[in-house]
């Protein structure tokens, strides 16, 4: 009996240790790119993240921050004429060949995360009067499916290693927020 209950003991320990390596990398103090990294590398070990090739990221500033990861199955970024809302992706991050992006209010758009959204076949331009026209003069505008699963992480500012994921197809904001122990400012 001793000996299994070792066994069982030293298995979950070698389960455990083969887990951490990753849980190290994450930063602990930061903001948004610093949230969506750490946010990104505990993706890559969700059920979501075998779904697909490319991921949408939004990022909610606040206490906690929250940070959603959508996949794009199905989904499109629309170019429309200028002068629309721009919530344009500005960065883009590929990791283990899956596309993540996401808009950064003080990041230019760059046409290389462009030529990254497009060789992910996620632009679609025709609907910027009737023509295709280059991405790079144009806005995008993320079209979603609704009730497609996401995932959602509540971080909390001061330690973000400090953190629950919420996997849903109900959007942020319409359950109830996950109970986080951070320390108030």
Request: aromatic share 12%; glycine share 4%; charged share 25%.
């Amino acid at each position: 009996m001793k000996k299994r209950t070792f066994f069982y003991l030293l298995i979950a320990m070698l389960l455990i240790s083969a887990c951490a390596p990753w849980k190290k990398a994450l930063y602990s103090k930061g903001s948004m790119e610093e949230a969506i990294h750490n946010s990104i590398m505990d993706f890559t070990k969700c059920k979501l993240y075998k779904r697909d090739k490319a991921f949408s990221i939004k990022f909610l500033d606040g206490d906690p921050y929250i940070v959603t990861i959508s996949g794009m199955l199905d989904n499109t970024l629309l170019a429309y004429p200028t002068g629309y809302i721009d919530r344009s992706p500005t960065e883009c991050l590929v990791v283990d060949g899956k596309l993540f992006f996401w808009n950064n209010p003080q990041v230019e758009r760059s046409s290389q995360c462009v030529e990254m959204l497009n060789d992910y076949g996620l632009i679609d331009s025709s609907y910027v009067r009737g023509e295709i026209r280059d991405p790079l003069e144009h806005p995008f505008t993320l079209y979603e499916r609704a009730g497609a699963e996401e995932a959602a992480y509540y971080i909390c500012p001061d330690n973000l290693r400090n953190y629950k994921r919420v996997i849903s197809h109900i959007a942020v904001g319409w359950y109830p927020q996950p109970k986080l122990k951070c320390k108030k400012k």
